[in-house]
């Protein structure tokens, strides 16, 4: 047992510290509106330039080849610093495990230091009006044609997919198949004809959705991703990494239990007895969050697998980001119902236990995986 | 950065939980709710003994192993899981250390097994495994005393956990062993500690039986395991114990090398375990059904004593008070006066 940093950590912390709290802007818009998705790429940009967009890819992508843990590390400073949210997470955290993984070179050279500069902006297309945690469901579908695939269909929910210019998806390939074999993972460009994106409003009222609609659009068989009716498990990969710590790492939630710390401080004269146990719980919880990543790091570090542990993760910090922004508005008091960064997360903190799986199937999978309870 | 147990630390938990699966099933648990008491005890402290457990934590040249707070954690699960009926954490993680470092001469006996000592520190009046120990370190106001419990008149107190042997505390006055605050301190979240990890383990064998029950169990025609109530409920249970386990690492690591934050560590592990314990409790016999309300099934010897530690060693309330201080928290005001009237 050792929670000590090596040297070389603390000097990589040092640095990332020192460049952030010198570039860090202050008061952005939000990033689920199409003017401050303009302002967030300027920083994503600038993120890139100095190679801090994507510290634990290899150099050559333009990341600093930095160790899970420099990541981490990382992570906990940029949310320490009050850096802006990354518009460009379900590209780097979503789609680019899955490229490294199952992309073939020349996808690999195409796409990840395009997506690392921010110039790609990838949205995620897995939901559709019809499949939503039955994601096997999907029925887009994409036809074999000489050269290349034909889609048809609608995806939905995609986040910021107004503002994308690419998109990763899973179409059923072949109809014949059962529900899993016949899906094939694909790459499409938003600008390729035949696409029509509609973006609305989510509950804050930002327009960070979109639905995507495909007619007759063609793409390159280059665009599969690892191999025609495979999407199951090439997506699967992808879902790990969604739930798990690399999308939302203990950062956050430690930045977030500060601010409520401080908030509390702030509004001594009112602190009722039930907020400021609200403010010990989520202090709790979010250090509890730490604790388990780092456990669950070094077994990666390792060599042993998270596998359904990551179902875990996504149920303690979504249930925890609610916890720490019902307290937030309990220490608010009238002051709650003001728009504000508050009011706005709880908001956001409320799609927590839906997204990337909703939370009832995350609690299924972990009594069916790691409790060994009968499927049927 | 290494957060995981060492293979020598599984390694020993594991020879200490194999070593309990046959020494303590719950039929010796069980037997230890006698209204005499039990003889399978001293057997079962023997062999703890002989494992070196006793001295876990006493210097190796005092005859004990030397290990650190950071060792005893999986140990103390091991403890918990099998609901030992004797107080091991009172002897090992508080006790034994705290002569080791005054230098009395009852340690060895202790350490050989010949001995059997319990502790209470919170001053509540009632003394857990009073009637199978020959020795009590109690506190009175800041200073740590030990009374011989030989020949003592106890006064026994009926507890829901009925093997733990409770009595009043006796007004004997012992002898002094330490007044240094800094000793008493140690001793205290050494203790809270190790009752922490015991409640980890605990909570792993309460899930165990649930998940072997509601695999078995059938209605409607299907395990009622399958079905998706259930399995959410024990879900939770699972998500509850696995975050308190780090935590409780944690704690350890900044106790064995003094860190000045042990203090709001050890209160973050026990107030997290002590929450889990309830709520575990609550779940595992609800999972059971009416099997799960009776004392001829074993549930209830893990339940039942789950519930006493969660109280013992500073309870909830106390350790989220203590991290509400570390925080920095301003003390918090009665928010009943109406809109016009002054705060209170």
Known sequence: MDLTWSPAEEAFRDEARTWLDANVPRGLPSGDTREGFTA???WERKLFADRWAVVSWPERYGGRDASIWEWLIFEEEYYRAGAPQRVTQNGIFLLAPTVFEFGTPEQQDEILPRMAAAEQL???GWSEPGAGSDLAAISSRADKVGGGWRINGQK????????CTHLFGLFRTDPEASRHAGLTYLLVPLDTPGVTV????RLDGDEGFAEVFFDDVVVPDSAVLGGVGQG????MATTGSERGLTLRSPGRFLAAAERLRALAVERAGSLSASARDGVVEAHLRAEAYQLFTLAQVTDLAEGRKAGAESSLNKLYWSELDIALHETALQLLGSDAEVDGPWSRGHMFSLSGPIYAGTNEIQRSIVAERLLGLPRK | MRFAPT????????AVRELLADACPPEVVRAAWGPEGDTGRTALWRQLADLGLLGAMVPEDVGGLGLTEVDLVPLFVEVGRAAVPLPVAETVAVLAPVL???GSTDLAGLVAGDLVGTAELAGSGILPWAGCSDRALVRSGAELRLVDLTGVDLAPVVTVDGSRAAARTPSVAGTSVTADPAELERAWLRGALAAAAQLVGLAHRQLDLAVAHTRERKQFGVPVGSQQAVKHLLANVLLDLRFCVPVVQRAAVSLASGAPEARAHVAAAKAMTSEMAGRTARSTI?????IGYTVEYDLHLYVKRSWALAASWGDVAHHRAVVADSLGLPPAVDPSALPWEAAR
């Open chain 2, 7 to 14: 293979p020598d630390q599984l390694e020993l938990a594991g």
């Open chain 2, 100 to 102: 080791a470092g005054v």
């Open chain 1, 156 to 163: 939905t929910w995609t986040t910021r997919g107004a503002f």
């Open chain 1, 122 to 124: 990838w949205g995620q």
């Open chain 1, 40 to 42: 967030h790429l300027e």
């Open chain 2, 286 to 290: 609800q999972a059971h059904g009416a």
């Open chain 1, 232 to 235: 199951w498990s090439v997506a």
């Open chain 1, 198 to 201: 509609r973006g609305f409003g």
